[in-house]
């Protein structure tokens, strides 16, 4: 238990792992309300009676929301006691999430994933809380800890929805999730300190340095376009797996695309060994296999016609594996990066990335639901070929890492 009234101060050695484990879990309790409507979107379509594109604005407006909230509430954690920020955002997710449940119509859901995806971001200030509490001698395994537990809550979050959702409704995983947001929020009340803000800068200034950054650093404008592209194609997949895997010839329901989570949990999990990498090689070319890896597995995909129906799941399995490896590669890479640009700026650092990538993610979705419902499931692996080539090609151009603009 820890003094509510006194500023914090770095864990001990060893760190409370029960403190670490909280952070883990409320960082992956957080970000998993991002992706829990992905594999319900085919059951979601039909029990609101939603087009394929007008459904697909549901992850979109989540996504958009989230890189909003990056951008307008993330800086405020060096303004302000962060457990504060925490708890107030914990408190709003919850309240977003049971209105998405009771959602009585399409118009209201789609406001509901717009609050949730502002709210959500508080998985953007659990990180910056971890690095801040843990002490030098092990603040990279802590850190690394809670983004393990945020990784995994992206991840595991599709194969719990879309198992909830096509044996007790769609309504009820939203529930369930708030009910789990809750649970860290009283946690979070009762074990983490008070956070000493490290800036007086009013707001609008704070806002105002995301911009400077931006233009100072040519790094990290390569970082944050690299990253928002490949998050594009990312997107599209997962936000219309589902609807294809619930229309023929497969005829699936919301478990079983939810269960190709797991498929993008083997690739995914073993990104972090590109850290090891990064540092040996270089965090440059570790960006440029990521591309690479992320444009051959969704290149792999467009074979899908050509195969038949059992051929085309296992395709699935094989490219989701890949370009989950390939996007957390990269991810990881850009991290790298963007934080050897100015150790004393890296929370706001780390917003300008994020907004890239998930300014990405929304796009993705909202492309991707189109091109799914005009062109086909082959023209949405195209376009998400594409997009991470054009991402290779962005990491390809000549180093950008020692530059300023």
């Given at each position: 238990?820890?003094?509510?009234?006194?500023?914090?101060?770095p864990?001990?050695?060893?760190?409370?792992?029960?403190?670490?484990?909280?952070l883990?879990?409320?960082?992956?309790?957080?970000v998993?309300?991002?992706?829990?409507?992905?594999?319900?979107?085919g059951?979601?379509?039909?029990?609101?009676?939603?087009?394929?594109?007008?459904v697909?604005?549901?992850?979109?407006?989540t996504?958009l929301?989230?890189?909003?909230g990056?951008l307008?509430?993330?800086?405020?954690?060096?303004?302000?006691?962060?457990?504060?920020i925490?708890l107030?955002?914990?408190?709003?997710?919850?309240?977003?999430?049971?209105?998405?449940?009771?959602?009585?119509?399409?118009?209201?859901?789609?406001?509901?994933?717009?609050?949730?995806?502002?709210t959500?971001t508080?998985?953007?200030?659990?990180?910056?809380?971890?690095?801040?509490l843990?002490?030098?001698?092990?603040?990279?395994?802590?850190v690394?800890t809670?983004?393990t537990?945020?990784?995994l809550?992206i991840?595991?979050?599709?194969v719990?929805?879309?198992f909830?959702?096509?044996?007790?409704?769609?309504?009820s995983?939203?529930?369930?999730?708030?009910?789990?947001?809750?649970?860290?929020?009283?946690?979070?009340?009762r074990?983490?300190?008070?956070?000493?803000?490290?800036?007086?800068?009013?707001?609008?200034?704070?806002?105002?340095?995301l911009?400077?950054l931006?233009q100072?650093?040519?790094?990290?404008?390569?970082?944050?376009l690299a990253?928002?592209?490949?998050?594009?194609?990312?997107?599209?997949?997962?936000?219309?797996?589902?609807v294809m895997?619930?229309?023929?010839p497969?005829?699936?329901?919301?478990?079983?695309?939810?269960a190709?989570?797991?498929?993008?949990?083997?690739?995914?999990?073993?990104?972090?060994l590109?850290g090891?990498?990064?540092?040996?090689?270089g965090?440059?070319?570790?960006?440029?296999?990521?591309?690479?890896?992320?444009?051959?597995?969704?290149?792999?995909l467009?074979?899908s016609?050509?195969?038949s129906?059992?051929?085309?799941?296992?395709?699935?399995?094989i490219?989701?594996?890949?370009?989950?490896?390939?996007?957390?590669?990269?991810?990881?890479?850009?991290q790298?990066?963007?934080?050897s640009i100015?150790?004393?700026?890296r929370?706001?650092?780390?917003a300008?990335?994020?907004?890239g990538?998930f300014?990405?993610?929304?796009?993705?979705?909202?492309?991707g639901?189109?091109v799914?419902?005009?062109?086909?499931?082959?023209?949405?692996?195209a376009m998400?070929?594409a997009?991470?080539?054009?991402?290779?090609?962005?990491r390809?151009?000549?180093?950008?890492?020692?530059?300023?603009?």
């Amino acid at each position: 238990m820890h003094d509510k009234g006194a500023p914090t101060t770095p864990m001990g050695d060893p760190a409370p792992a029960a403190l670490v484990l909280l952070l883990a879990s409320g960082a992956g309790l957080a970000v998993a309300s991002l992706y829990y409507s992905q594999p319900m979107l085919g059951i979601l379509a039909t029990d609101m009676g939603a087009s394929t594109v007008d459904v697909g604005f549901v992850p979109t407006l989540t996504q958009l929301g989230y890189a909003l909230g990056i951008l307008l509430l993330a800086p405020l954690g060096d303004r302000h006691d962060r457990r504060q920020i925490i708890l107030i955002k914990a408190l709003l997710l919850v309240a977003a999430l049971l209105a998405a449940a009771w959602a009585p119509s399409f118009t209201w859901l789609l406001a509901a994933s717009l609050a949730i995806g502002l709210t959500a971001t508080l998985a953007q200030d659990i990180v910056p809380a971890a690095a801040t509490l843990a002490p030098a001698a092990r603040r990279g395994k802590v850190v690394g800890t809670v983004m393990t537990g945020l990784l995994l809550g992206i991840l595991l979050s599709r194969v719990v929805s879309g198992f909830v959702a096509e044996h007790f409704g769609w309504r009820s995983m939203f529930v369930a999730a708030a009910t789990g947001v809750a649970i860290i929020g009283i946690a979070v009340w009762r074990g983490l300190p008070r956070f000493a803000p490290t800036t007086t800068l009013p707001y609008r200034a704070l806002l105002g340095s995301l911009w400077a950054l931006l233009q100072r650093h040519a790094s990290l404008r390569q970082a944050a376009l690299a990253q928002g592209l490949l998050s594009v194609g990312f997107s599209a997949f997962w936000s219309t797996l589902a609807v294809m895997l619930h229309a023929k010839p497969f005829e699936m329901g919301s478990a079983v695309a939810g269960a190709f989570g797991l498929a993008g949990a083997v690739g995914a999990l073993a990104a972090p060994l590109a850290g090891h990498l990064a540092d040996r090689r270089g965090p440059e070319l570790v960006t440029r296999l990521g591309a690479g890896l992320t444009t051959l597995s969704f290149a792999v995909l467009c074979l899908s016609p050509f195969l038949s129906t059992t051929g085309q799941l296992w395709l699935l399995v094989i490219g989701t594996v890949g370009f989950d490896l390939g996007v957390q590669t990269a991810l990881i890479a850009h991290q790298t990066i963007v934080y050897s640009i100015d150790p004393g700026a890296r929370s706001r650092l780390n917003a300008v990335l994020f907004v890239g990538m998930f300014m990405g993610m929304a796009l993705g979705a909202t492309l991707g639901s189109a091109v799914l419902a005009h062109g086909g499931w082959l023209a949405v692996t195209a376009m998400a070929t594409a997009f991470s080539l054009a991402a290779w090609v962005v990491r390809c151009w000549p180093s950008a890492s020692k530059r300023t603009a």
